[in-house]
């Protein structure tokens, strides 16, 4: 007896070339879709400080601490002479500086300190301030850029 056979034995043919487009388009969609931006940094906000009861005293409560977004350091050059500006304040010598971001330091905060010197300026005395800032214990100190 002759047992039944397929109609044809055809070899089995993977198509891969659709595959292939299927893999590149969604390469190409997760690619343009993700973020290559640093991610933020977690905000302080009041909803996180525990609430004052009434109840209670609280004679030992800390002041609340300020935050800073950024720390400017201008320095201005008038004549032979640099001022210094922090914040659009001036500021009478290095050694105040240094004490100013000292105290701000304290408090807990570590804002980014941006160095911002005049043309005239010369670069010893910008990078005098930056090595001023690094030995107080500033962490992230950068140059202004401006467009040229």
Excluded: C
Aim: glycine share 4%; aromatic share 6%; hydrophobic share 45%.
């Amino acid at each position: 007896m002759k047992l039944p056979t397929s109609h044809r034995q055809r070899s089995l043919e993977v198509k891969m070339t659709p595959m292939i487009d299927v893999v590149f388009l969604l390469l190409v969609f997760f690619v343009w879709t993700s973020s290559f931006e640093m991610p933020e940094f977690d905000l302080p906000s009041a909803i996180a400080q525990t609430p004052d009861l009434g109840t209670r005293s609280d004679t030992d409560l800390h002041p609340l601490v300020e935050v800073f977004d950024e720390i400017v350091i201008r320095l201005v050059s008038s004549g032979d002479m640099v001022q210094i500006q922090m914040n659009g304040q001036p500021i009478e010598n290095s050694q105040m500086l240094k004490g100013r971001v000292a105290e701000i330091l304290r408090i807990g905060v570590q804002p980014p300190v941006i160095v911002d010197p005049d043309p005239g300026v010369p670069m010893a005395e910008a990078v005098r301030i930056y090595d001023l800032l690094r030995t107080v214990g500033v962490d992230r100190v950068m140059f202004a850029a401006k467009a040229s």
